[in-house]
């Protein structure tokens, strides 16, 4: 079974798709549109997913829907893995990178599993705050909402010089991430 799980680009996206939105079915043209694939390649992998139990199939409106077999074995594992896969810290790195010109991006919180810190992300740098929450609510998935400060290049230079003790206790934490460190 496994084998037939993560062997193309084609069944991941089917697979993220499905396991972040659970109680949604989906038809194929649908599918081809929200992942940009060939349909040929949407079919085969809706296929193998369906012979190894992991969806089910549905008529309606003459039209044939997908949909997650909540009785699947390995659902909740399967669940786990691609939500993993999606919020890891590299992926996070990149995506904000793109967002702006970030300097410095620490990850602490609840990235490192320490809920009781004021935040969660720390960003030196400039980014539109606004792109940044909706990347946050709709693109990573975590366990609540992300806490993030946000900061020019000047001001964390100033609080670093004055030893300022959010800063330096986000920097001086050996559990917290520095992924992005361009100061």
């Known amino acids: 079974m496994l084998k037939r799980l993560f062997t193309s680009n084609t069944r991941i996206k089917l697979l993220t798709i499905f ?15 929200k992942l940009n694939e060939q349909i040929n390649s949407i079919r085969r992998e809706l296929d193998n997913l369906k012979k190894i139990g992991f969806l089910k199939t ?26 993993k896969a999606l919020s890891s ?15 410095i991006l620490v990850l602490c919180g609840q990235f490192v599993d320490n809920p009781k810190q004021d935040v969660d992300m720390l960003i030196v740098g400039n980014i539109d705050r606004e792109v ?3 990347y946050l609510n709709n693109e990573l998935k975590t366990k609540r909402p992300v806490r993030f400060a946000i900061m020019s290049e000047e001001d964390y230079k100033y609080r670093l010089n004055c030893k300022d003790r959010f800063v330096t206790e986000l920097l001086s934490n050996p559990n917290n991430q520095v992924l992005i460190k361009k100061i």
Request: charged content about 35%; hydrophobic content about 40%; glycine content about 4%.
């Open 89 to 103: 810290e590299q992926t996070i790195a990149k995506d904000l990178a793109k967002l702006g010109d970030i300097k």
């Open 58 to 83: 549905k008529a309606k409106n003459r039209k044939k829907y997908y949909c997650v077999n909540k009785e699947f074995v390995l659902l909740d594992e399967l669940k786990s893995i691609i939500i």
């Open 19 to 33: 396991l972040m939105n659970p109680d949604s079915e989906f038809f194929i043209r649908e599918l081809t549109r």
């Open 132 to 134: 940044l929450g909706n």
